[in-house]
């Protein structure tokens, strides 16, 4: 016996089909609102606003005024050099900026071709970590995954980047409350038949 001749069997393509088939759009319904946060949520690449550079490129602001905290070595050695005794990588390495912290350096004080001329080594080499300062004047956010989110919109990094997380705790600890609660209030409030409506439900879908 094939499928057709089974559903055949069964009345064909009816009212109780197109029924069931209407009501799995309501799982994608659920999905979209599932994974919204990992879009108006989504993280953004960002790093201290410096009014002084506004007029520079992302990637000159945080050459001049956002301290590096990766690899500078062109030739470093990666944990799989060190497993496997493998010679240094020759692959060049990008610097890893700094999202929170920029240097203490007042670069009004400076020209804007003194900026654009700017030696990094020279002018940051002797500023220790313990004299960086925490971003004062917002953060500039890199636009080219997401043009804006609740991140870029409400600043939430560095010491508010806890709020996002838990923006999804507590939505999950709602949809959890709320499919224990509103079961049983379905149940009580609209099942005219007594007959709980998950037991209908596996009735309905087990073959018999």
């Known amino acids: 016996m094939y499928f057709d001749d089974v559903f055949e069997y069964i009345g064909g393509a009816g009212a109780y089909q197109l029924g069931n088939l209407a009501f799995t759009f309501a799982i994608f319904a659920m999905s979209i609102d599932a994974m919204r946060m990992n879009f108006v949520g989504g993280s953004m690449e960002h790093w201290c606003k410096i009014p002084e550079l506004a007029n520079f490129t992302h990637d000159d602001q945080k050459y001049i005024g956002i301290p590096d905290t990766g690899p500078t070595d062109s030739r470093r050695r990666t944990w799989l050099s060190d497993l496997f005794g493998l010679p240094y990588s020759s692959e060049p390495v ?5 999202s929170c912290y920029r240097f203490p350096i007042d670069y009004a004080n400076y020209s804007q071709d003194e900026l654009r001329q700017w030696n990094r080594t020279e002018m940051t080499s002797d500023i220790p ?6 971003c004062d004047s917002g953060w500039v956010y890199d636009q080219s995954e997401f043009y804006s989110t609740i991140v870029s919109e409400w600043d939430l990094v560095c010491g508010e980047s806890w709020k996002v997380e838990m923006i999804s705790t507590f939505y999950m600890a709602g949809w959890l409350v709320g499919c224990i609660i509103t079961g049983p209030i379905s149940d009580r409030m609209f099942d ?3 007959e709980p409506l998950y037991h209908r439900i596996i009735i309905k879908t087990v073959p018999r």
């Open 129 to 134: 970590e313990s004299e960086w300062v925490r």
């Open 192 to 194: 005219l038949t007594h």
């Open 94 to 98: 990008e610097l890893e900026y700094d």
